[in-house]
């Protein structure tokens, strides 16, 4: 069975950088794309960006990709997602997630991240 | 604003019918671009309900329905249950943003 579970909880101060981790089970983590999707309270779910694990090549959205940064430890099967110059509106539940078919069948439980002065 | 609009509510009494509407444009759905759903409960991760337009994973009722046409998709849900209530959200790639793009989420209300 797949699982992906990731890194607790995060408080960080505005103009700070937060890695948030998720690390995968159950197939192999070369096999396929691990994305980072944003939920920001009373928001939808946003896109950020994905990873390739087999040859790390990365894809970001366009409105993040100054600020995030997304890489891969092979030898320990584990997506890694940075944010830098968080700002108060970074503030949300961030999701790692693979995809199959164009869909994300399965997901991380969710790390909470605030950017609190 | 999502680049995949949805309404942000729709409500059906139990053992109703309800469907829920996913627009988008010539860049994601229009183009060609397989639309998913997904199922999120407060405090929990998303769950995936329906991929490539509408095929179900293993494990989701029947009840649950996906269709495409043009630049629009639709969710329908029969036979609405209690534990139906949650968010809804569909999803593509767009071609423009050439990344993966969300709706907005639609509330269900089962009343």
């Known amino acids: 069975e797949v699982h992906l579970v990731q890194s607790g909880a995060e408080v960080k101060k505005p103009g700070a950088t937060v890695k948030l981790s998720c690390k995968v089970s159950?197939?192999?983590?070369?096999?396929?794309?691990m994305h980072w999707v944003q939920q920001a309270p009373g928001k939808g779910l946003e896109w950020m960006g994905l990873i390739n694990p087999e040859d790390g090549e990365t894809l970001y959205a366009e409105k993040l990709q100054d600020r995030v940064s997304i890489s891969a430890d092979t030898s320990t099967d584990t997506a890694y997602m940075e944010l830098s110059s968080l700002r108060f509106e970074d503030t949300a539940i961030y999701y790692c997630?693979?995809?199959?078919?164009?869909?994300?069948?399965?997901w991380g439980q969710g790390t909470l991240v605030t950017v609190s002065s | 604003q999502s680049v995949l609009t949805q309404p942000p509510s729709v409500s059906g009494a139990p053992g109703q019918r309800v469907t829920i509407s996913c627009s988008g444009s010539s860049s994601n759905i229009g183009a060609g671009f397989d639309v998913s759903w997904y199922k999120r409960l407060p405090g929990t991760a998303p769950k995936l309900l329906i991929y490539l337009n509408s095929n179900r994973p293993s494990g989701v009722p029947d009840r649950f329905s996906g269709s495409k046409s043009g630049t629009s998709a639709s969710l329908a849900i029969t036979g609405l249950q209690a534990e139906d209530e949650a968010d809804y959200y569909c999803?593509?790639?767009?071609?423009?943003?050439?990344?993966?793009?969300f709706g907005g989420g639609t509330k269900l209300t089962v009343l």
């Open positions: 997630t693979i995809s199959r078919d164009w869909a994300f069948p399965s």
């Open positions: 999803q593509s790639y767009d071609s423009s943003l050439s990344g993966w793009v």
């Open positions: 159950g197939y192999n983590f070369a096999d396929y794309h």
